[in-house]
């Protein structure tokens, strides 16, 4: 949920939001505002001391990052429970869903290098289809 959050409130926002000159607590409070869960969304961006000072393309690589960090996370859980099944079958489904997490965490940390050569479009692109993908298993 947290990886959803963060990752749809900075490149819906980089529109909007472009032409302010905000930084910080604000900046991430006009932005937070914007998502489906403004409380988690915020209190994510604060609790990176960076986000205190960013503008809006350097909040949105914070996010992204904070993003990766908790896929990563995430993928490691998912990998423990597929080797605490207990049942082939149930190890089977488990490890297919931890397959396509572990491929699209991979592509989510290929997003940043996008982003990080100004390619938004793409690294959107990259972010969009690992949100759609959260939900498969």
């Known amino acids: 949920l947290v990886i959803q959050i963060v990752l749809s409130l900075l490149f819906s926002s980089h529109h909007f939001a472009k032409a302010n000159n905000e930084i910080g607590k604000s900046l991430i409070t006009t932005t937070c505002n914007h998502t489906e869960f403004p409380n988690v969304c915020i209190s994510t961006l604060e609790s990176d001391p960076r986000s205190s000072s960013a503008n809006l393309t350097n909040l949105s690589r914070i996010a992204l990052e904070l ?71």
């Open 67 to 137: 993003a990766i960090t908790e896929a990563n996370e995430t993928k490691a859980e998912a990998f423990k429970l597929a080797n605490n099944a207990d049942s082939y079958e149930s190890w089977g489904k488990r490890l297919a869903c931890y397959d396509g997490f572990n491929s699209s965490v991979y592509q989510l940390e290929e997003s940043l290098q996008y982003f990080d050569e100004l390619k938004y479009n793409e690294s959107n692109r990259i972010v969009d289809r690992f949100n759609g993908g959260l939900n498969y298993c």
